[in-house]
C-alpha cells in the first residue's frame, strides 16, 4: 500500500519529499548521536563501574563490572529526607507547571491587545531578558536583596522600624522567593510560544464575535482559550516529562546551599549534586539520572492518554 | 557533484595531513626515540601563563639526567577525578586524602602496584621517604609515592600585627588555646561594632575539623587524644563540641558575619583583623605585609596532629594500565623530583634569573615576573622539602632549613594517632557512606561557621543519620578497625 502510494507520487512531489528528508538529516544524527547512541549507559545505573585504567569503556562496562541489581538505588532512599526531596520536586515543577501555563498564557493574551508596536515590543522584550541570565548572577543579584546586614530589603525593613531578617536562615520564606524567581524568568519565554500561536488565529472570528457584540473575556473564553489548547496541552505534557527533573541553579544556587534551608530547597538533582559531589560514582549518578526520566516517561504517557481521551487533537501521539 | 565533493575531500586532506605529521614531530622526535614521554596529571586550581616554557626547561633537564620527559596537565578536582572515573589513561597523577582519594581508589585497583620496583628501580627515593611509605600503603602493598612537605596539621591565627599590638598594646603569644581568641575579637568589635572580626565564608575556618582523624569526612573520626583509640561520630567529642558552642557564641555576639554559611571565599574583606591557617612552624607565607597591607603575626592553636591521614596530604600514583617501563620510567622521574634541587626548584619556581633568584642565605625570592606568571603551590609537584625554601621579601628572610627543624619538631611536639594506618574500606556500606555525607553537607556548614548552635543541630542530624543507618555503618566500621589493631599486633 505505501509503495503504492509512494510510487503514485509525481516526480516533482518525490524530489520535494528527498528534500524534506535530507533537510530532518541533522536533526535525525543529533538524536542518533547525542539522545539513543548513549542510551547503553543505562547498564551503568545497574553495574558497580570498577574500571580499568586504559581499556575500552565497554569491556569496562560489561565485561569489568559487576551487575549489582538495584543497589544503587537504595541511597536515593536511604535518607530519611528522602520523601521530602523527592517531594519537594514534585511541588515546586508542579507549581511552575501549573502557574508557568496560567501566567504566560494571560500575558500572552494581554499583550495581544497591544496594539502600539513599540510599546509591545518593550513589554516583550522586557519579559524575555530574564530567560538569559545566568542562575549565578541571579542569586548575587538576590543577595544584595537579601543579605542581612547589606541587602536592600533589610535596610527598608530597619528603616521602618522593623527587625532585619535573616533571609538566609528562614526556611518559610523561601518557597515564595523559589516560585516568583522561576516565573519571572522563564514566564515570558513560554509567552512567546504562546504569542505566536494567538497572532496564528484566524482574526475573522475575532471580527464577526466583536460584531455580534461579544466582550472581551468571552472573547478570550470561546475564541482564544480553545484556539490555544493544542499549544498548551503540547507544552504541559513535555513539562509532565521532566517532573522529576529540576532547575540546579535555582535551588542550589540562589539559595546559596544555606543548610537551614535545605528542607524547602532540596530537590532531587541537588540531593544527589551533594550526594556525589566528593567523588564521581558513575553508578550512582546514572541510577538517580534513570529514575528521573523513568517516572517522567511514565507520566508523559500517562498525561498524554488523559490528554487524548479528553481532546484527541490535541494528545502528542 | 561527485567532483566537486572530490576536491573538497582532497583539499582537506591536503590541508590535514602537515598538521598531524608536524604534530607528531613535535613530540616523538624532539628528545630522540630513547627519551620516554609520561603524561603527568597533576592537581592546580588555574594554569600559569608559563607553564610551557617551565615543562620544556624541565623536560630539556630530565631527559638528559634520566631519559624521561613529561607531558604535564594541571587540572582542578573535578577533572581529576572525571579522568579516574573514566579509565583514562596517565601515567602520574596527582592522589590525597581529599582528592582523587587515595585509599579508596587504591581499593579499586587503579593504581599501579609499585611496592616490587621502588627499592631496586629507585634506592634513593626508597631511603629518602623513609617510614612515610606507611601512607602510600594499602594492605600491605605500595601504591602511591608520599610528598614530603608538612605532614602533620598544625593549626593557627593570623593576626593583623600593627592593629593588636602596635595599637591596642596586646601580647600575640607564639601558642593560644582555641578559646584565647576571644578578647582579640571583643577589642575590635568594640572599636568597629559594624565590622566582623572574624568573617568568614561558607568554608569556615581553615583545618577547623584537621584536630581530629577523619575516617568518614569530618563526620566519623578518631580523637587524638584518647588513650585507646575509638571510632566515633563528631558529637561525642566534647572538645570539638565546645569549639562549635564558642563558635555559636560568637556567631550571636556579632564577631561573625551574619551570612558567613552562604558567602564563597571571594566575598570577604581583605581588613580582617583575624584569619586562620594551617602550616608549620616557621612558615612565613601568612607574614609578607605587602599582601595584606599591614604586619602579620601567627600563633599556633593546634597540632601538630600527624596519622596516616595527614601524612597523606599530598601523594603521586602510577596508572594500573601502565606497563613496566613506563612505572619504572614514573618512579626515576618521582626520583629526580625528591633527589635534585636544581630540577625540583623549576616546578616550584620557574626558570632561575626571570621568574625567581635566589637570595644569599640560599632561599628564594620570585621576581615579580614568577608572581605574574608562574605561582604555583609546591605540593602538587613532588617533594617540597626537596625544593629551595622561599622567603616573601628580602626584609622577611626564610630559614633555609625549616624543614629539619619541622620534622625536628614533629619528634618533639608531634600528637600522633593511635590508629595505626586504619583506613576505612567503605565498599560494603558506599550507599550509607554517601546518606550520611549528604546529611553532614546539610548542616556542616551552618555548625563551622557558628551560624547554628550544635546543641540544636546535632540532635537532630544524628536522628537523621541514624535512620540511615548509621548505627550500622559504625559497627560495621568498628569491627574493621579492630580487625585492623588486631592483624598489626
Known sequence: MAKRSHGSLSASARKERRQLNIMTLPAVIWYGLFCYLPLFGIAFAFKDFTPVPGRSLFENLFINSPWVGLRNFSYLFRNPLSRSVILNTLFYNSIFIVAGIVVSVSLAILLSEVHQKKFRALVQMTLVLPYFISWVVIAYCVYAFLSTDLGLINHILTALGADPVQWYQSPESWRGILIVLEIWKTTGYTMIIYLCSITNIDRTLYEAAALDGATFLQRVRFITLPQLRPTIATLFILSIGSIMSSDFGLFYQVPMDSGALQEVTQTLDVYVYKSLMYEANFSYSSAAAFLQSSVGCILLVISNIITRRIDKDSALI | ?489
Open chain 2, 1 to 489: 557533484m561527485r567532483s566537486i565533493l572530490k576536491r573538497v575531500a582532497a583539499a582537506a586532506i591536503a590541508a590535514i595531513t602537515p598538521i598531524v605529521l608536524l604534530s607528531g614531530c613535535d613530540k616523538s622526535e624532539e628528545y630522540g626515540k630513547d627519551v620516554m614521554r609520561l603524561r603527568w596529571v597533576t592537581y592546580g586550581m588555574s594554569v600559569p601563563a608559563d607553564v610551557k616554557k617551565i615543562v620544556k626547561a624541565a623536560n630539556d633537564y630530565s631527559a638528559e639526567k634520566i631519559g624521561v620527559v613529561v607531558d604535564l596537565e594541571i587540572q582542578q578536582s573535578e577533572v581529576i577525578n572525571l579522568i579516574m572515573a573514566s579509565w583514562e589513561y596517565y601515567d602520574m597523577v596527582y592522589t590525597c586524602e581529599w582528592l582523587n582519594p587515595f585509599n579508596t581508589n587504591a581499593a579499586k585497583g587503579l593504581y599501579y602496584d609499585i611496592t616490587d620496583l621502588i627499592e631496586t628501580e629507585t634506592p634513593d627515593l626508597y631511603r629518602i621517604i623513609g617510614d612515610y611509605w606507611e601512607a602510600g600503603e594499602l594492605n600491605g602493598r605500595i601504591y602511591g609515592v608520599p610528598t614530603l612537605k608538612d605532614m602533620g596539621a598544625e593549626m593557627m591565627f593570623r593576626f593583623n600585627a600593627d592593629y593588636y599590638e602596635g595599637e591596642k598594646g596586646m601580647v600575640i603569644p607564639e601558642f593560644m588555646r582555641f578559646e584565647d581568641l576571644e578578647p582579640y575579637l571583643e577589642v575590635y568589635k568594640k572599636d568597629f561594632p559594624a565590622k566582623y572580626p572574624m568573617a568568614m565564608s561558607k568554608g569556615g575556618i581553615a583545618g577547623f575539623f584537621f584536630s581530629l582523624e577523619s575516617v568518614v569526612g569530618s563526620l566519623i573520626v578518631i580523637p587524638y587524644n584518647r588513650e585507646t583509640p575509638e571510632i566515633i561520630p563528631i558529637w561525642e567529642d566534647e572538645e570539638i563540641m565546645d569549639r562549635l558552642r564558642l563558635l555559636h557564641k560568637w556567631y550571636t555576639l556579632g564577631y561573625i558575619n551574619p551570612d558567613a554559611s552562604a558567602l564563597e571565599l571571594s566575598a570577604l574583606p581583605d581588613d580582617m583583623p583575624v584569619r586562620f591557617g594551617v602550616a608549620w612552624r616557621g612558615y612565613s607565607g601568612y607574614s609578607n605585609p605587602a599582601d595584606w597591607g599591614f604586619n602579620v603575626k601567627t600563633s599556633i592553636y593546634d597540632g601538630p596532629y600527624i596519622s596516616k591521614n595527614t601524612e597523606q596530604g599530598a601523594m603521586t600514583a602510577i596508572c594500573a594500565g601502565c606497563d613496566e617501563e613506563h612505572a619504572k620510567a614514573a618512579l626515576r622521574y618521582i626520583e629526580l623530583l625528591n633527589t635534585d634541587r636544581k630540577f625540583r626548584d623549576i616546578f616550584a619556581y620557574g626558570i632561575e634569573g626571570e621568574h625567581y633568584r635566589y637570595l644569599n642565605n640560599g632561599t628564594v625570592l620570585r621576581t615579580q615576573d614568577g608572581i605574574d606568571r608562574y605561582h604555583v603551590s609546591l605540593y602538587p609537584f613532588g617533594s617540597v622539602v626537596n625544593a629551595s625554601v622561599e622567603s616573601v621579601s628580602e626584609d622577611y628572610l626564610s630559614d633555609p632549613d625549616q624543614w629539619a627543624k619541622v620534622f625536628d619538631g614533629y619528634e618533639k611536639y608531634g600528637i600522633y594517632s593511635g590508629s595505626e594506618g586504619f583506613v576505612y574500606d567503605r565498599t560494603r556500606k558506599e550507599d550509607i557512606v554517601t546518606t550520611v555525607t549528604a546529611i553532614w553537607s546539610n548542616y556542616s556548614t551552618d555548625l563551622s561557621t557558628g551560624t547554628s548552635d550544635p546543641d540544636v543541630i546535632m540532635p537532630k542530624m544524628k536522628a537523621e543519620m541514624e535512620s540511615a543507618g548509621l548505627n550500622e555503618l559504625l559497627d560495621d566500621i568498628r569491627s574493621q578497625f579492630a580487625g585492623h589493631l588486631e592483624s598489626i599486633s
